[in-house]
C-alpha cells in the first residue's frame, strides 16, 4: 500500500496534476500510521488538519505561502476578521494550498465532518485536482465526499498480525496465545495490540525470563479502552433509532441479505439513508458487511432493545432455521413462543432438516410444564441422542421427571454418558437406580453395566463385558441387536471369534429383526470377517447390507437410526477395500460415508477419515493422510484406545516411507507406541516390532536391533527379513542380499513381499528387478511403496521417455490464469470457473490429482444448502466444458481432476526449469492459491533457480526474486535475493530503492533490515 502511494504522491514533487486520496478502514485499523508515514518519506512540505476543524485552527496550523493572490489575501482576512465563514471559503482555501506547491494536506477523519464541512472539503478537493503540485490525502472510517479517491486499508493477514505481536514482545509467543488472539482481533493492529496488553495484565500471557507462557483466560473479555473506542464509534448509530434498528437486523441476518430490507419495513430511500449513514461512520463496509465482529458483540451488550425489536420484525420473515435464536433474544410470551416453534418444525421437518427440528422441539419442551414435558423429552431424546448425545443426555434429566420412564432413562444416560467417556458420572448414574426393580430391570441394569465397560474399549474393559455377559444368561434372552453387537466385538478383541459367531448367528436368528437391528448385525459380521482376514467376505456382507438401507435413504424414508447404520456399513466397506488394495473404491466408499453423515448431520466422520487416511498412505499421498491421522489422534488417546495401536502403525509406516526431515524419528517413535499399546499375539504388534529393526539399524542402534531380532525368533520361530538391515550395517552386505533373497520365499513374509523387493532394488541397484517392481506397484496402485522405490533409483523417473499425449490444451498458472488450445489465447471469465481450475492446477503439484466433491461444496457454495451447491456445481462443470472442452475436467469416483491431457505452467517449470514462463505471482488472480503446499512447492522450485542464477543471468534473477518478492513482501530471503540480483546486474539504484521500501516495510512491523552494503560482488 505504501510503495504505491508513494509513486502516486511523488509525482506532486515534480509538479504535476493533483489529487484527492482518502485512506478507508474501521478504527485501529493504521489509517493515521500509513498517512503519517508516507509523509515522513516524501520531499513535500506537509500538514495536517482534522475534518472538523475551526477557522481558528485552520488559520493557526496552516504554513502562508510567501505570496498569494489578492483575492485570497482578502478572503485570509476576513477569515480573521470572522467576518466569513472557513465552509463558505473553499476556493481561497484550496488557492491557498496552491500557493503552497509542492504541498500535501494530511486531512483526518473525514467520516467525523458535518455535511457542511464535507461539502466545503470536497469543493477544496475538486480543485486541487486541478492544479500542480498539490495535493489531500485523507483518512475517513466510511464512505467519502465523490472528489476523494477511496484506497480501503485491508486488515493483516494472519501472518502479518503474527509478526506485528512477536515484534511487540521482542520475541516468539505460544502458539495457543496467537490462536485466541488471531480470531478476536482480525487483522485490526490496535485490537492486536490491545488483546496483547489485557492478556499480559491478566496474567494469562507472562514471560519467566526466558520464554513466554500461556494460560486460557476465565472470561472471554475484551480490552476496556476497544469496549469504549467501539461504543464511542457507535454512539452516534445508536442516538438514532432507525439506524439502530438497521444495525441489529443487520447483525442477525448474517448472509441472509434478502430479508434486511423486507424486515425494516422501510421504503427504499429511508433505507438507504441508514445504510449509508452506517457506511460513513465505518460501521459497514462497502460490502455492507459489519465492519469488525467486536463492533456487533459490543452493540448487542449494549442494544438489547434494538436487538429485541429486530429479533421480532426477523421471525415474522425469517425461515425455519433461524427461529429458535430469535425467539430467545424476542422474549415473547410462552403460548405465542410456542406457536412458532411448532410452525417452524413442521416446516423443517417437510424439508428432511431433521436436526433442526429436533433443536427447535427441545425448544418447545422448555416452554412446556413439568408433567407435560417429561415424557416427550425421552422420546425426543432417543432420536437426538444420534446427533447430538450430549444435548439428548440433557433431555434425559428432564424425563426423569416421569414415573413411568425414570428407569429406563437413567440405564440410557447412563450408556450415553459411557459412549462420551464419562465412565464415572455413568458409574454414579446406575447408583441412582432404585433398589426395588423388576426382574426386567434388573436384567436392563446388567445390560446396561455391560455398555458401560464395553464403552472404556481396553482389554481389561473387554474382559469385564464378556464376565457380566458369561455371569448372567438370564440377559440373553432380552438383550437387542446393539446389545448383541457389543457382546460380539468384546470377543472378538479379545481373540475369541468362534464365541463371537455364536452370538451374532443368536442375534441372526431374533425373530421380527427390524431393518436397523439386521444393519446392525451385518456390520458386526463384516468386522468378523474383517478380523478373520477374509476382506472378500466382508466386502460382500457390507453391500448387502447397503442395498437393504439405500432403498430407504434415497426415498427419504430412513430413520436416524438406519442412516446411521447405513453410514457404518460403508465405512465397513471403505476399510475392507483398503485391506484389499483397492484404494480407489476405498476413497469412494468413505467418501460416502462422510457425504452420509454431513447431509443427515449425524455427527462424528473420524472412523471414515482415517479409512480416506489409510488408503491415502497406501496410494502414497502422505501429506493428506497425516492430515487426518494427526486429526483424530487426540480423540482416540481420550475415547477409543482400541484403535490406537493400529493407528500408531500407520504413522510408523507413513513416516518410514516418506522420509522426510525427522520422519524417521517420528517413525521409530510412532514403531515403539505401536509395540507398547498394541496386543503381543496382533498384527500390528509384530509388523511394528519388525519394522523398529529396520529403524534400529538405520540409527546404528545395532545391539536394540538384535535384541529385536532374537525377541521374534523366540516368539514366532524364525528370524525377520529385517536381519538384513543390521547385516548391512555391519559392512556384510553380500550377507544382507542373501537373507533378503531367502526371505523372499518364506510365507511368513508373502504379506511384505513388495518391501523386500525395494530393499533388494536398493542393495544391488537392479534395474531389470527395478522396472519389473515398479510396474507391480503402479498395477496395485501401491504408491507409497513407489515413492520409496524412485527415492532407492530417482533415475527410473529421470530416464524413462516422456509419454506423447494430446497435449493441446495449457493453463497458465504463473501468473495471473490465462487458457490456451494448440497455442491459441482462450479468453474464459467465469470466476468460479477459474477458481475450480486454479485449485485444480495446484493439486496437481502435491500429486493430489483430485479432490472430492464434497469439499468443492465447501469451498465454491459455501453458503448454500447441498442439494442447490451441486446443482450449481454440476451446471459450472457443463459450462467449463462447453468453453474449453470435454477432456479438460474429468469425474473421479469421489470428485473431479484435470484431464490426463492437460498441461500446466508450473509443472512444466518444475520438469524445465523454464523461467519464461513466470509472468507475475503464482496464480495472482485467484487469491495466490489456497494450497500452502502446493505454494511451497513452487516457489521454493523459484527460489532454487533464482540463486543458481545471480550470477550467470542476473537480469532474470532480478525479474524472478522480484516476482517472489510481490508474494511474499515480508520475506527477508526474497529481499536479499533481489538486492544481490540488481546488484549483480548493475541496477545499483533499483537495488537501492527496493531495499529502503522494504526496510520500512519491515520497520512496520517490527524487524529491522540491515543497511544496504556499498557493494556486492559475490551472491552470499
Same mark, same amino acid.
Given at each position: 500500500?505504501?510503495?504505491?502511494?508513494?509513486?502516486?504522491?511523488?509525482?506532486?514533487?515534480?509538479?504535476?496534476?493533483?489529487?484527492?486520496?482518502?485512506?478507508?478502514?474501521?478504527?485501529?485499523?493504521?489509517?493515521?500510521?500509513?498517512?503519517?508515514?508516507?509523509?515522513?518519506?516524501?520531499?513535500?512540505?506537509?500538514?495536517?488538519?482534522?475534518?472538523?476543524?475551526?477557522?481558528?485552527?485552520?488559520?493557526?496550523?496552516?504554513?502562508?505561502? %510567501?505570496?498569494?493572490?489578492?483575492?485570497?489575501?482578502?478572503?485570509?482576512?476576513?477569515?480573521?476578521?470572522?467576518?466569513?465563514?472557513?465552509?463558505?471559503?473553499?476556493?481561497?482555501?484550496?488557492?491557498?494550498?496552491?500557493? !503552497?506547491?509542492?504541498?500535501?494536506?494530511?486531512?483526518?477523519?473525514?467520516?467525523?465532518?458535518?455535511?457542511?464541512?464535507? *461539502?466545503?472539503?470536497?469543493?477544496?478537493?475538486?480543485?486541487?485536482?486541478?492544479?500542480?503540485?498539490?495535493?489531500?490525502?485523507?483518512?475517513?472510517?466510511?464512505?467519502?465526499?465523490? $472528489?476523494?479517491?477511496?484506497?480501503?486499508?485491508?486488515?493483516?493477514?494472519?501472518?502479518?498480525?503474527?509478526?506485528?505481536?512477536?515484534?511487540?514482545?521482542?520475541?516468539?509467543?505460544?502458539?495457543?496465545?496467537?490462536?485466541?488472539?488471531?480470531?478476536?482481533?482480525?487483522?485490526?493492529?490496535?485490537?492486536?495490540?490491545?488483546?496483547?496488553?489485557?492478556?499480559?495484565?491478566?496474567?494469562?500471557?507472562?514471560?519467566?525470563?526466558?520464554?513466554?507462557?500461556?494460560? =486460557?483466560?476465565?472470561?472471554?473479555? /475484551?480490552?476496556?479502552?476497544?469496549?469504549?473506542?467501539?461504543?464511542?464509534?457507535?454512539?452516534?448509530? =445508536?442516538?438514532?433509532?432507525?439506524?439502530?434498528?438497521?444495525?441489529?437486523?443487520?447483525?442477525?441476518? $448474517?448472509?441472509?441479505?434478502?430479508?434486511?430490507?423486507?424486515?425494516?419495513?422501510?421504503?427504499?430511500?429511508?433505507?438507504?439513508?441508514?445504510?449509508?449513514?452506517?457506511?460513513?461512520?465505518?460501521?459497514?463496509?462497502?460490502?455492507?458487511?459489519?465492519?469488525?465482529? !467486536?463492533?456487533?458483540?459490543?452493540?448487542?451488550?449494549?442494544?438489547?432493545?434494538?436487538?429485541?425489536?429486530?429479533?421480532?420484525?426477523?421471525?415474522?420473515?425469517?425461515?425455519?432455521?433461524?427461529?429458535?435464536?430469535?425467539?430467545?433474544?424476542?422474549?415473547?410470551?410462552?403460548? $405465542?413462543?410456542?406457536?412458532?416453534?411448532?410452525?417452524?418444525?413442521?416446516?423443517?421437518?417437510?424439508?428432511?432438516?431433521?436436526?433442526?427440528?429436533?433443536?427447535?422441539?427441545?425448544?418447545?419442551?422448555?416452554?412446556?410444564?413439568?408433567?407435560?414435558?417429561?415424557?416427550?423429552?425421552?422420546?425426543?431424546?432417543?432420536?437426538?441422542?444420534?446427533?447430538?448425545?450430549?444435548?439428548?443426555?440433557?433431555?434425559?434429566?428432564?424425563?426423569?421427571?416421569?414415573?413411568? =420412564?425414570?428407569? $429406563?432413562?437413567?440405564?440410557?444416560?447412563?450408556?450415553?454418558?459411557?459412549?462420551?467417556?464419562?465412565?464415572?458420572?455413568?458409574?454414579?448414574?446406575?447408583?441412582?437406580?432404585?433398589?426395588?426393580?423388576?426382574?426386567?430391570?434388573?436384567?436392563?441394569?446388567?445390560?446396561?453395566?455391560?455398555?458401560?465397560?464395553?464403552?472404556?474399549?481396553?482389554?481389561?474393559?473387554?474382559?469385564? *463385558?464378556?464376565?457380566?455377559?458369561?455371569? @448372567?444368561?438370564?440377559?440373553?434372552?432380552?438383550?437387542?441387536?446393539?446389545?448383541?453387537?457389543?457382546?460380539?466385538?468384546?470377543?472378538?478383541?479379545?481373540?475369541?471369534?468362534?464365541?463371537?459367531?455364536?452370538?451374532?448367528?443368536?442375534?441372526?436368528?431374533?425373530?421380527?429383526?427390524?431393518?436397523?437391528?439386521?444393519?446392525?448385525?451385518?456390520?458386526?459380521?463384516?468386522?468378523?470377517?474383517?478380523?478373520?482376514?477374509?476382506?472378500?467376505?466382508?466386502?460382500?456382507?457390507?453391500?448387502?447390507?447397503?442395498?437393504?438401507?439405500?432403498?430407504?435413504?434415497?426415498?427419504?424414508?430412513?430413520?436416524?437410526?438406519?442412516?446411521?447404520?447405513?453410514?457404518?456399513?460403508?465405512?465397513?466397506? %471403505?476399510?475392507?477395500?483398503?485391506?484389499?488394495?483397492?484404494?480407489?473404491?476405498?476413497?469412494?466408499?468413505?467418501?460416502?460415508?462422510?457425504?452420509?453423515?454431513?447431509?443427515?448431520?449425524?455427527?462424528?466422520? /473420524?472412523?471414515?477419515?482415517?479409512?480416506?487416511?489409510?488408503?491415502?498412505?497406501?496410494?502414497?499421498?502422505?501429506?493428506?493422510?497425516?492430515?487426518?491421522?494427526?486429526?483424530?489422534?487426540?480423540?482416540?488417546?481420550?475415547? @477409543?484406545?482400541?484403535?490406537?495401536?493400529?493407528?500408531? !502403525?500407520?504413522?510408523?509406516?507413513?513416516?518410514?516411507?516418506?522420509?522426510?526431515?525427522?520422519?524417521?524419528?517420528?517413525? /521409530?517413535?510412532?514403531?515403539?507406541?505401536?509395540?507398547?499399546?498394541?496386543?503381543?499375539?496382533?498384527?500390528?504388534?509384530?509388523?511394528?516390532?519388525?519394522?523398529?529393526?529396520?529403524?534400529?539399524?538405520?540409527?546404528?542402534?545395532?545391539?536394540?536391533?538384535?535384541?529385536? =531380532?532374537?525377541?521374534?525368533?523366540?516368539?514366532?520361530?524364525?528370524?525377520?527379513?529385517?536381519?538384513?538391515?543390521?547385516?548391512?550395517?555391519?559392512?556384510?552386505?553380500?550377507?544382507?542380499?542373501?537373507?533378503?533373497?531367502?526371505?523372499?520365499?518364506?510365507?511368513?513374509?508373502?504379506?511384505?513381499?513388495?518391501?523386500?523387493?525395494?530393499?533388494?532394488?536398493?542393495?544391488?541397484?537392479?534395474?531389470? #528387478?527395478?522396472?519389473?517392481?515398479?510396474?507391480?506397484?503402479?498395477?496395485?496402485? #501401491?504408491?507409497?511403496?513407489?515413492?520409496?522405490?524412485?527415492?532407492?533409483?530417482?533415475?527410473?523417473?529421470?530416464?524413462?521417455?516422456?509419454?506423447?499425449?494430446?497435449?493441446?490444451?495449457?493453463?497458465?498458472?504463473?501468473?495471473?490464469?490465462?487458457?490456451?488450445?494448440?497455442?491459441?489465447?482462450?479468453?474464459?471469465?467465469?470466476?468460479? +470457473?477459474?477458481?475450480?481450475?486454479?485449485?485444480?492446477?495446484?493439486?496437481?503439484?502435491?500429486?493430489?490429482?483430485?479432490?472430492?466433491?464434497?469439499?468443492?461444496?465447501?469451498? #465454491?457454495?459455501?453458503?448454500?444448502?447441498?442439494?442447490?451447491?451441486?446443482?450449481?456445481?454440476?451446471?459450472?462443470?457443463? &459450462?467449463?466444458?462447453?468453453?474449453?472442452?470435454?477432456?479438460?475436467?474429468?469425474?473421479?469416483?469421489?470428485?473431479?481432476?484435470?484431464?490426463?491431457?492437460?498441461?500446466?505452467?508450473?509443472?512444466?517449470?518444475?520438469?524445465?526449469?523454464?523461467?519464461?514462463?513466470?509472468? +507475475?505471482?503464482?496464480?495472482?488472480?485467484?487469491? +495466490?492459491?489456497?494450497?500452502?503446499?502446493?505454494?511451497? &512447492?513452487?516457489?521454493?522450485?523459484?527460489?532454487?533457480?533464482?540463486?543458481?542464477?545471480?550470477?550467470?543471468?542476473?537480469?532474470?534473477?532480478?525479474?524472478?526474486?522480484?516476482?517472489?518478492?510481490?508474494?511474499?513482501?515480508?520475506?527477508?530471503?526474497?529481499?536479499?535475493?533481489?538486492?544481490?540480483? /540488481?546488484?549483480?546486474?548493475?541496477?545499483?539504484?533499483?537495488?537501492?530503492?527496493?531495499?529502503?521500501?522494504?526496510?520500512?516495510?519491515?520497520?512496520?512491523?517490527?524487524?529491522?533490515?540491515?543497511?544496504?552494503?556499498?557493494?556486492?560482488?559475490?551472491?552470499?
Amino acid at each position: 500500500m505504501i510503495d504505491s502511494l508513494e509513486q502516486m504522491l511523488s509525482s506532486l514533487a515534480s509538479r504535476r496534476n493533483g489529487l484527492a486520496i482518502c485512506l478507508v478502514g474501521h478504527a485501529g485499523i493504521g489509517k493515521t500510521h500509513t498517512a503519517e508515514l508516507l509523509l515522513k518519506k516524501l520531499p513535500l512540505r506537509s500538514c495536517k488538519l482534522h475534518a472538523t476543524v475551526t477557522t481558528e485552527q485552520f488559520l493557526k496550523l496552516v504554513p502562508r505561502a %510567501a505570496r498569494l493572490p489578492s483575492w485570497v489575501a482578502t478572503t485570509v482576512q476576513r477569515l480573521e476578521r470572522n467576518e466569513v465563514a472557513l465552509p463558505s471559503a473553499a476556493n481561497a482555501v484550496a488557492a491557498w494550498f496552491i500557493g !503552497l506547491a509542492p504541498f500535501v494536506l494530511h486531512l483526518e477523519d473525514v467520516h467525523e465532518a458535518s455535511a457542511e464541512q464535507k *461539502t466545503f472539503w470536497n469543493a477544496v478537493a475538486k480543485d486541487i485536482k486541478a492544479a500542480r503540485g498539490v495535493g489531500i490525502v485523507a483518512t475517513s472510517r466510511g464512505v467519502l465526499p465523490s $472528489e476523494f479517491e477511496a484506497l480501503p486499508l485491508e486488515v493483516l493477514s494472519s501472518d502479518a498480525s503474527e509478526a506485528l505481536l512477536v515484534a511487540k514482545l521482542g520475541s516468539a509467543m505460544p502458539r495457543a496465545a496467537l490462536d485466541w488472539i488471531l480470531p478476536r482481533a482480525g487483522g485490526n493492529p490496535l485490537f492486536l495490540l490491545e488483546f496483547l496488553k489485557l492478556l499480559m495484565r491478566q496474567g494469562s500471557l507472562w514471560n519467566d525470563g526466558a520464554v513466554w507462557h500461556w494460560r =486460557v483466560p476465565d472470561t472471554d473479555t /475484551m480490552p476496556r479502552s476497544l469496549e469504549a473506542l467501539i461504543e464511542n464509534m457507535l454512539q452516534p448509530v =445508536v442516538m438514532d433509532e432507525v439506524v439502530s434498528r438497521v444495525l441489529a437486523l443487520r447483525i442477525l441476518i $448474517e448472509d441472509q441479505l434478502e430479508l434486511w430490507q423486507p424486515a425494516s419495513q422501510l421504503l427504499n430511500e429511508a433505507f438507504d439513508k441508514a445504510c449509508l449513514f452506517l457506511q460513513t461512520n465505518g460501521v459497514l463496509n462497502a460490502n455492507l458487511a459489519v465492519s469488525h465482529p !467486536l463492533f456487533s458483540e459490543v452493540f448487542c451488550q449494549t442494544q438489547p432493545q434494538s436487538l429485541q425489536f429486530a429479533a421480532r420484525r426477523l421471525l415474522q420473515i425469517a425461515p425455519p432455521s433461524m427461529t429458535a435464536n430469535l425467539l430467545v433474544l424476542a422474549r415473547l410470551e410462552t403460548e $405465542e413462543a410456542r406457536g412458532m416453534l411448532e410452525k417452524a418444525i413442521a416446516e423443517l421437518e417437510e424439508h428432511n432438516l431433521v436436526r433442526q427440528a429436533l433443536y427447535l422441539k427441545v425448544q418447545v419442551l422448555e416452554l412446556m410444564k413439568s408433567p407435560e414435558r417429561a415424557r416427550l423429552a425421552f422420546d425426543l431424546a432417543l432420536v437426538l441422542v444420534l446427533h447430538d448425545p450430549k444435548a439428548a443426555i440433557g433431555l434425559l434429566d428432564m424425563a426423569i421427571e416421569a414415573p413411568d =420412564v425414570m428407569v $429406563e432413562a437413567l440405564l440410557k444416560k447412563a450408556s450415553w454418558l459411557a459412549t462420551l467417556g464419562l465412565f464415572d458420572d455413568a458409574k454414579r448414574t446406575l447408583e441412582l437406580l432404585p433398589k426395588n426393580l423388576t426382574p426386567e430391570q434388573s436384567g436392563h441394569k446388567i445390560l446396561a453395566e455391560i455398555g458401560v465397560w464395553f464403552a472404556r474399549r481396553d482389554v481389561v474393559a473387554f474382559r469385564h *463385558t464378556v464376565e457380566l455377559w458369561e455371569n @448372567h444368561p438370564e440377559v440373553h434372552d432380552v438383550a437387542n441387536a446393539s446389545e448383541f453387537r457389543i457382546v460380539t466385538q468384546a470377543y472378538m478383541y479379545l481373540g475369541n471369534t468362534e464365541l463371537a459367531w455364536h452370538w451374532i448367528r443368536v442375534a441372526e436368528s431374533l425373530p421380527a429383526n427390524s431393518l436397523t437391528a439386521q444393519a446392525i448385525i451385518l456390520n458386526s459380521i463384516c468386522n468378523l470377517h474383517k478380523e478373520e482376514k477374509q476382506y472378500q467376505k466382508a466386502i460382500e456382507v457390507a453391500k448387502r447390507g447397503i442395498a437393504l438401507l439405500e432403498p430407504q435413504v434415497e426415498a427419504g424414508l430412513a430413520d436416524a437410526n438406519e442412516l446411521r447404520q447405513c453410514e457404518a456399513l460403508w465405512g465397513n466397506l %471403505a476399510s475392507a477395500y483398503v485391506w484389499e488394495n483397492q484404494f480407489g473404491q476405498a476413497i469412494f466408499a468413505a467418501q460416502k460415508a462422510i457425504d452420509l453423515s454431513v447431509r443427515f448431520d449425524l455427527g462424528d466422520t /473420524m472412523v471414515s477419515e482415517l479409512n480416506l487416511a489409510a488408503a491415502f498412505r497406501r496410494l502414497g499421498q502422505f501429506d493428506q493422510a497425516e492430515h487426518y491421522f494427526l486429526e483424530h489422534l487426540p480423540t482416540i488417546l481420550i475415547s @477409543h484406545a482400541v484403535f490406537l495401536p493400529h493407528l500408531y !502403525l500407520h504413522l510408523t509406516m507413513l513416516y518410514s516411507q516418506r522420509a522426510g526431515s525427522l520422519d524417521e524419528m517420528l517413525a /521409530m517413535k510412532y514403531a515403539r507406541e505401536t509395540i507398547r499399546t498394541a496386543s503381543t499375539d496382533s498384527d500390528d504388534y509384530k509388523l511394528a516390532k519388525r519394522k523398529l529393526i529396520e529403524l534400529e539399524a538405520r540409527f546404528g542402534n545395532l545391539e536394540t536391533a538384535e535384541k529385536l =531380532v532374537e525377541e521374534i525368533e523366540l516368539e514366532t520361530g524364525f528370524i525377520p527379513w529385517q536381519h538384513a538391515f543390521i547385516l548391512e550395517r555391519e559392512n556384510s552386505q553380500g550377507a544382507a542380499v542373501k537373507a533378503l533373497l531367502e526371505a523372499q520365499n518364506e510365507p511368513h513374509f508373502i504379506e511384505e513381499k513388495e518391501e523386500i523387493e525395494l530393499e533388494l532394488v536398493r542393495l544391488t541397484q537392479d534395474q531389470t #528387478l527395478a522396472l519389473d517392481l515398479e510396474q507391480r506397484l503402479k498395477n496395485k496402485e #501401491l504408491g507409497g511403496l513407489l515413492f520409496v522405490l524412485h527415492r532407492y533409483m530417482p533415475e527410473l523417473e529421470q530416464t524413462k521417455p516422456v509419454p506423447s499425449v494430446a497435449a493441446t490444451f495449457r493453463i497458465a498458472n504463473l501468473g495471473s490464469l490465462q487458457f490456451e488450445r494448440n497455442g491459441v489465447n482462450i479468453k474464459y471469465k467465469a470466476e468460479k +470457473g477459474r477458481d475450480l481450475l486454479g485449485l485444480l492446477s495446484e493439486l496437481r503439484l502435491v500429486k493430489q490429482s483430485e479432490i472430492s466433491q464434497l469439499e468443492l461444496l465447501d469451498l #465454491l457454495y459455501p453458503n448454500l444448502e447441498e442439494s442447490a451447491a451441486i446443482s450449481a456445481l454440476q451446471q459450472l462443470i457443463y &459450462r467449463l466444458r462447453t468453453s474449453l472442452g470435454q477432456e479438460v475436467i474429468v469425474r473421479t469416483p469421489t470428485g473431479y481432476a484435470l484431464g490426463a491431457e492437460v498441461q500446466t505452467d508450473a509443472e512444466t517449470f518444475l520438469q524445465t526449469a523454464d523461467s519464461n514462463l513466470w509472468r +507475475g505471482v503464482w496464480l495472482a488472480d485467484v487469491g +495466490g492459491g489456497r494450497d500452502s503446499m502446493a505454494r511451497n &512447492r513452487i516457489y521454493q522450485a523459484l527460489t532454487a533457480f533464482i540463486e543458481n542464477s545471480i550470477l550467470k543471468m542476473p537480469l532474470e534473477a532480478a525479474r524472478l526474486a522480484l516476482i517472489w518478492l510481490e508474494a511474499e513482501p515480508y520475506e527477508v530471503e526474497a529481499v536479499m535475493f533481489a538486492r544481490d540480483a /540488481m546488484l549483480a546486474a548493475g541496477d545499483t539504484l533499483g537495488a537501492e530503492r527496493m531495499y529502503s521500501e522494504a526496510q520500512v516495510r519491515f520497520h512496520e512491523v517490527g524487524v529491522q533490515l540491515n543497511p544496504l552494503e556499498p557493494k556486492t560482488t559475490n551472491h552470499r
